[in-house]
């Protein structure tokens, strides 16, 4: 860290420009990634069959449940409150605030680790994991140490290192795919995919330390002394509520598409949660490309409303959200006219019969792309209880109809499953933010 860091000036870009630039930077390393994650994915579901790339993913799901669940993202309060210390030069605050949210993250990571360990046997048992899985479970739950990178995270975005925050994501899938490679040539089975899985997932979180360490150095405080908690509550109005709340929000978000997996382990077996991760993967690129333009848009729309701007931020996430709709539509149309074609393509004949549930899967997901934006803006105006008030109605409380999806349809209950989701989902968001000052009085 060095002395005198600047303050964080609104560029002289348009805020669209803005998050086009960071939009285009963070595509670039997501794109790289999902090429070389193909190669991985076709390895491992090729040597192990659909009923043992099951019980991969069933280990792996779990993990990242607890990890999402339990651990703490302190990414939004990071950029908030970050960029508002750095505005008014307030550098000691800044500081203090990063140990702040940093501990806590790092808290809550050992204390989910902890936890999942303990129900390892319990949930290996009742998932139908080998016992080879289950008696490895345990090692595995550090693979939460995966989810342990929003405050590295939230200070690139502060710094607008984008470029690092897009090379991150190639990290995890080169370690899968060297692996995946040596295991091909060594003639490797489950537990041999276990460890590279669990390596990939700790290089996942400790590279984005690594790269913060990098890219923010130049934000590095010019205060005297070392940093301290005393007063970071005091300095900062609101911060237990906000991060408690978008931690919330985050939490609610990823629950369902993470507990579905398991849901489907649980009443139909491994090989039946096997085809259903091998679609997942598949639909992945409409959903990662909406994910990354929510987390262009949140500092670009932040800095606006902190600068007072309400016009042009709302400008900005509504023909975000528009446009991130439209995209992944098109690229939904294209892509079920090949389901079939992509799950053999990936995974080999075994994962076939899985066209139909892909293609329900595919409209669910295309049809909320523009909300990871939406949930952004509400979270930049100060208002994530609004964002996460919509996910726990549609992910969580409607999570127990899963089941008797499932049992009136099959596999294929989980992807008309995920489409009721996304409808009501999409209803929720789009009438909170049509209540926001953002929004203008004829709405979306």
């Not at 985050?250 to 369902?256: K, S």
């Not at 090989?271 to 990354?292: D, E, F, H, N, W």
């Not at 848009?297 to 007072?308: D, E, F, K, N, Q």
């Not at 109605?393 to 596999?411: A, D, K, R």
Request: some cysteine; charged content about 10%.
């Amino acid at each position: 860290m060095v002395e005198d860091a600047p303050q964080l000036p609104l560029t002289a870009h348009s805020p669209l420009r803005r998050i086009a630039g960071n939009m285009g930077r963070l595509l670039s390393g997501k794109a790289a990634a999902g090429i070389i994650s193909l190669g991985s994915i076709a390895i491992a579901a090729r040597i192990l069959g659909v009923e043992q790339y099951g019980v991969l993913n069933l280990v792996h799901g779990f993990a990242t449940l607890m990890g999402g669940t339990i651990a703490f993202s302190g990414f939004h309060g990071m950029v908030r409150y970050g960029a508002e210390a750095l505005n008014r030069g307030a550098h000691t605050q800044f500081r203090n605030l990063v140990l702040l949210l940093a501990l806590i993250e790092l808290g809550m990571a050992a204390v989910a680790i902890a936890l999942a360990m303990l129900l390892v046997p319990w949930v290996g048992a009742s998932l139908g994991w080998s016992p080879q899985a289950i008696q490895f479970g345990g090692l595995y739950c550090f693979a939460i140490l995966a989810t342990v990178r929003a405050t590295p995270q939230g200070l690139l975005q502060l710094a607008e290192r984008f470029d690092l925050i897009g090379l991150h994501p190639v990290i995890m899938p080169l370690v899968r795919l060297a692996g995946a490679l040596a295991i091909l040539f060594m003639d490797g089975g489950l537990a041999a995919f276990l460890w590279v899985w669990l390596a990939s997932a700790i290089a996942e979180g400790l590279s984005m330390w690594v790269l913060c360490w990098i890219g923010t150095r130049h934000l590095a405080i010019g205060a005297d002394g070392r940093p301290t908690l005393k007063g970071t509550r005091r300095d900062n109005p609101g911060i237990v509520r906000f991060i408690a709340t978008t931690n919330l929000d985050l939490t609610l978000r990823d629950i369902a598409p993470k507990a579905t997996p398991l849901i489907i382990g649980w009443m139909l077996g491994p090989a039946a949660a096997g085809l259903y991760a091998l679609v997942q993967r598949a639909s992945a690129i409409l959903i990662q490309p909406a994910q990354m333009l929510g987390e262009a848009a949140y500092p670009v729309v932040t800095r606006l409303l902190i600068s007072g701007d309400n016009k042009a931020a709302g400008k900005a996430v509504r023909r975000s959200a528009i446009f991130a709709t439209g995209i992944a539509l098109l690229a939904a149309v294209i892509m079920c006219l090949f389901a079939g074609k992509v799950l053999v393509l990936l995974g080999g004949a075994s994962f076939a019969g899985g066209a139909s549930l892909l293609i329900l899967v595919l409209l669910g997901r295309a049809m909320i792309a523009g909300m990871p934006t939406l949930s952004a803006a509400l979270t930049a105006q100060g208002r994530p209880w609004i964002s996460a008030r919509a996910n726990l109605t549609s992910n969580v409380g409607m999570l127990p109809i899963l089941p008797l999806m499932i049992w009136w349809f099959g596999l294929n209950g989980a992807g008309v499953h995920g489409i009721l989701q996304s409808l009501v989902l999409l209803s929720l968001l789009i009438w909170s933010y049509n209540q926001s000052r953002l929004a203008p009085s004829s709405g979306m």
